[in-house]
């Protein structure tokens, strides 16, 4: 297998671990004003991805720099072309970091109040906006002979590109949604639960539109075969979490965006951005690679570096395995732990 090919292949599980970890984080964020009824209830919320939110960020911060360096010319079409979107999604995340940090500074039902909103939009915005991205860059985007973005803002949100952050935002929510329900207890674990099915079953709809028009686009048999497996699953974790199996009911929303975008991503190869403006302009992973040499150290390194990440990360989340609920949070805070 050629070197081009492997970092295509590492990049797409880079996005693929992005998706499915920080995936739940979002929802988390996007459901907070629906799932929690007062302050303690927002801060089991914030306690259950607290100790590994930063860590899910990780892998986007890891994604972007591989792409960097094993498909320059694919990065710097990307971010020139995607700047206003790509931005935005920056902008949300730091907003979100904020949210996370700095709630629990002050004792004043305000200040908690607006970093809740900032928490809010701070989700919400990147899982939309992601959909929206790949989405167009799975359907292709204008690119003339000099390799650059020719369109704008609103080329981007077409039809397909708006489905696309439909099916993330409804994708994400639910599993949020199944994150809560498996790491809470008490009256937050049930009505997160009951809210999964119920989102899930809008974003079952979605995503099989979203993923027969992208098969009908650019899929191959490979692709169809992931689509139809991540549609079960997300079957299977909506039954699962309607007989209250949290367990399955996560894995089954983990699978369901795990081998969607790894279809995305089969579909897409070995274009890694192509051109709606003619074919013979799109971006490979032939002509956006790296030197040899490049690609050759690179994969040394991830070599090296890649398991001692994922064991640490997995470490992680062992030690934050347990369920929280409401009589883990302490009545009277000191004001610098006070959201969490």
């Not at 004043?108 to 989405?135: E, H, K, M, T, Y």
Request: with cysteine; glycine share 10%; proline share 4%.
């Amino acid at each position: 297998m050629e070197l081009t090919t492997v970092w295509f292949s590492l990049i797409a599980v880079l996005w693929i671990g992005y998706f499915c970890l920080e995936g739940f984080d979002f929802g988390v964020g996007m459901l907070l004003p629906v799932l929690a009824r007062n302050d303690t209830e927002r801060r089991v919320m914030y306690n259950s991805v607290g100790p590994v939110w930063d860590g899910n960020e990780v892998w986007v911060l890891v994604a972007g720099g591989a792409t960097f360096a094993a498909f320059p010319e694919w990065y710097a079409t990307l971010f020139s072309g995607f700047y206003l979107p790509l931005l935005l999604i920056l902008v949300a995340l730091i907003v979100r970091g904020l949210a996370f940090e700095y709630r629990a500074k002050r004792d004043d039902d305000q200040w908690r109040a607006r970093w809740d909103l900032a928490l809010i939009i701070g989700s919400v915005v990147p899982a939309l906006l992601w959909g929206v991205a790949f989405a167009n860059i799975v359907a292709g985007v204008p690119i003339d002979a000099d390799k650059e973005f020719t369109g704008n803002l609103f080329t981007l949100l077409n039809p397909f590109g708006l489905l696309g952050g439909l099916v993330t935002l409804t994708l994400f929510a639910t599993h949020g949604a199944m994150f809560v329900a498996l790491k809470t207890d008490g009256e937050i674990r049930h009505r997160a639960r009951e809210l999964a099915v119920k989102i899930g079953a809008v974003a079952a709809v979605l995503a099989v539109v979203f993923l027969v028009w992208t098969q009908a686009k650019t899929g191959t048999a490979v692709s169809a075969a992931l689509f139809v497996v991540a549609a079960l699953a997300l079957v299977g974790g909506l039954v699962a979490a309607r007989a209250g199996r949290e367990g399955w009911a996560f894995l089954g929303t983990f699978v369901t965006i795990g081998l969607a975008v790894a279809g995305l991503f089969v579909g897409l190869f070995p274009d890694v951005m192509p051109s709606s403006t003619d074919v013979a302009y799109s971006l490979t992973t032939t002509n956006a690679a790296s030197t040899p040499y490049t690609l050759e150290l690179m994969t040394w390194v991830a070599v090296i570096f890649t398991p001692i990440v994922l064991l640490y990360q997995g470490w992680t989340y062992w030690v934050f395995r347990k369920r929280i609920a409401v009589h883990h949070i302490p009545t009277a805070a000191p004001a610098a732990t006070a959201g969490r």
